[in-house]
C-alpha cells in the first residue's frame, strides 16, 4: 500500500473522480498556492483571492467528473481559477491597488536594498493591477506559474494567437507604466 504522499497525481484525479473526497482534498493541497497566487494577481485584493480560490475548487470539484486524466491537471485548475477570477472582477469595478501587504525579505541585511526591492515589488504588484484582466491572466500564468504558450492557451481556452499578442502587449504595458 502507498503512502498519501507517493500516491501519484493521476491516481489522486482517479480516486477523486469515483467521490473520494480525501483524495481532492490532497490535489488542493497540492494547488492552493499556486490557485491563491493566480486569484490573488489577477483580484489584486487578499480576501477576494481567497474567496476566488474556494470558489475555484468548488467548481473544479463539480466538474472533476468530466475532467480528462490523460491531459495534465495543472492547466485545466488554472483555466477554471483564470475564470473564476474574471467572473469575479466582472461583477465589481477592479481596483487600482493591490493589498498593501507585501512580501519582505528578512535575510537581507542591506536596509536600503531591502527597502529598494520592496518599493520596486509594490511598483511592479500595482502595474499589473491596472492591467485588463485578460493582460493581468497572461502574465501571472506565464511569469508566476511558469506555463508555456500552448498551457497558458489551454488555460484561458482561446487561441494561441490571443495569449501571444496578449503577453506582448502586457509586457508593453508594463514597460510603460514602469518607465
Known amino acids: 500500500m502507498t503512502s498519501p504522499e507517493e500516491t ?3 491516481e489522486l484525479i482517479q480516486i477523486a473522480q469515483q467521490g ?3 483524495a481532492f482534498g ?7 498556492q499556486a490557485v491563491f497566487n493566480i486569484a490573488y494577481r489577477m483580484t489584486g485584493n487578499r480576501q477576494e483571492a481567497e474567496d476566488v480560490a474556494q470558489e475555484a475548487f468548488i467548481k473544479s470539484y463539480q466538474a472533476l467528473d468530466r475532467f480528462d486524466p490523460t491531459r495534465p491537471f495543472a492547466p485545466w485548475l488554472y483555466r477554471i481559477t483564470t475564470n473564476t477570477a474574471l467572473n469575479w472582477i466582472k461583477r465589481r469595478r477592479p481596483e487600482a ?10 535575510t537581507t541585511p542591506d536596509i536600503e536594498a531591502q527597502t529598494i526591492a ?4 509594490d511598483r511592479l504588484r500595482a502595474a499589473i493591477a491596472k492591467l485588463a484582466p485578460n493582460y493581468r491572466a497572461v502574465i501571472e500564468l506565464c511569469h508566476f506559474q511558469g506555463l508555456s504558450y500552448k498551457e497558458m492557451s489551454e488555460a484561458l481556452n482561446v487561441p494561441l494567437s490571443d495569449v501571444k499578442s496578449w503577453l506582448f502587449r502586457a509586457r508593453r504595458r508594463l514597460r510603460e507604466v514602469l518607465a
Do not use: C, K, N, P
Not at 118 to 121: A, H, L
Open 8 to 10: 501519484g497525481e493521476i
Open 20 to 22: 473520494d473526497a480525501d
Open 26 to 32: 490532497r490535489l488542493v493541497v497540492r494547488y492552493q
Open 97 to 106: 491597488d493591490m493589498d498593501e501587504e507585501t512580501t519582505r525579505s528578512e
Open 118 to 121: 520592496v518599493e520596486m515589488s
